[in-house]
């Protein structure tokens, strides 16, 4: 059973670096649910089970991100203005996220982000996304606070942030493989923040597992991002080699399949 447990983690790491890299999506939409399904087979208590989750795939993302970001660099694919303006409120918004999760029921969140990923991913399946470039450069609270919501909701979720900013940045014009690249470069100024903030509200947790430091468990941690740094760059590789559109098609419905499982999670 252990070898089983440790040969899927080690799977699922793999698998996470691929998405990371070739997504942007820094990797928690796959390990959040996987994590879900390995502390409920080690009897984690129902109370904090989604809260370890999140957790440690916060801790996961984090190497994973900069592994991620790091290969889109050597491409020139991340966009420095959006990342200079957007970082400070990603960080707040990730900050926020992770230390107000303790008070926070997540059902609600998940219905809300499940249909919202729903709405953007048809977005993105039209022949001509909107474009909004020339409208939000010259409404900067209003660029402050999507970047805030997109990392406070990706804290919450245990996400790398893609999944909300690489729609955004495609309607606002930007290439879909820069957009990925950036997505790549806010996976760790959303990780960080937020897996400190699953820390500090999980530290007088009494039902943690062992070698766990607030929510996040450090063993299972390990073993997930000793992988995905490895194939973090390979999912870059993929990224460039594929065509913009059919990219951004293969996004929408990775997107759809993950909403239907955050909303069957929530309404089964």
Known sequence: ??????????????????????????????????????????????????????????????????????????????????????S????????????????????????????LAILVAMNMMMPHTPKMGTILPKARPLEKLISSFIGFFSALMGIGGGTMSIPVMTALGVPVHRAIGTSAAFGFMIALPGALGFIWSGWDVAMRLPY?????????????????IFTAPMGSRLAHALDPVRLKRAFALFLIISAARMLYSVLA
């Open 212 to 228: 766990s430091f607030g929510f996040i468990n450090l063993p299972i941690a390990i073993l997930l991002f000793s992988v995905s």
């Open 88 to 115: 400070p409120f990603i960080v707040l918004g990730a900050g926020s996220g992770g230390f107000l999760s303790q008070y926070i029921e997540s059902a609600t969140l998940t219905l809300i982000f499940g249909c």
């Open 1 to 86: 059973m252990l070898l089983m447990m440790v040969l899927g983690l080690m799977a699922t790491g793999a698998i996470a670096g691929i998405l990371a890299g070739m997504l942007g999506i820094g990797g928690g939409i796959i390990l959040v649910p996987v994590l879900f399904l390995i502390y409920d087979v080690m009897n984690v208590p129902a109370d904090i089970i989604m809260h370890a989750a999140v957790g440690t795939s916060l801790a996961t993302i984090i190497p994973t991100s900069i592994s991620s970001a790091l290969a889109h660099h050597r491409r020139d694919s991340i966009d420095l203005g959006i990342l200079r303006r957007w």
